[in-house]
């Protein structure tokens, strides 16, 4: 089982910088990938960037060059610093975590979600 729980979402101004949070109950190296998705009112949840185990990253065509996906390992810690955000980054914003179990099937973990609203 993993857990996670997401922090840092505010309502911000077009232009503005937030940096989500999320703490993960586990050693990070003992998970294959965390990731970052969001989910705005009416839409389907998508994928804002993940990061693997070694520390590749891959983004949303949406987000690249705005956002980024680190991590503190000492801390278990995976973060998304957002800039230059917009009106249509509104969402929910979701911690993801994939695991593989014994099986070496991946399982997927989520967070309960921390709203970012972006308006003037």
């Known amino acids: 089982q993993v857990q996670l729980v997401e922090s840092g979402g505010d309502l911000v101004q077009p232009g503005g910088s937030l940096r989500l949070s999320c703490a993960v109950s586990?050693?990070?190296?003992?998970?294959?990938?965390m990731g970052w998705y969001r989910q705005a009112p009416g839409k389907q949840r998508e994928l804002v960037a993940h990061?693997?185990?070694?520390?590749?990253?891959n983004y949303a065509d949406s987000v690249k060059g705005r956002f980024t996906i680190s991590r503190d390992v000492a801390k278990n810690m995976v973060y998304l610093q957002m800039n230059s955000l917009k009106p249509e980054d509104t969402a929910v914003y979701y911690c993801?975590?994939?695991?593989?179990?014994?099986?070496?099937?991946?399982?997927?973990?989520w967070g309960q979600g921390t709203q970012v609203t972006v308006s003037s």
């Open positions: 993801n975590a994939g695991k593989s179990n014994y099986m070496g099937t991946i399982i997927e973990y």
């Open positions: 586990l050693s990070i190296f003992s998970i294959n990938r």
């Open positions: 990061m693997y185990s070694g520390g590749t990253t």
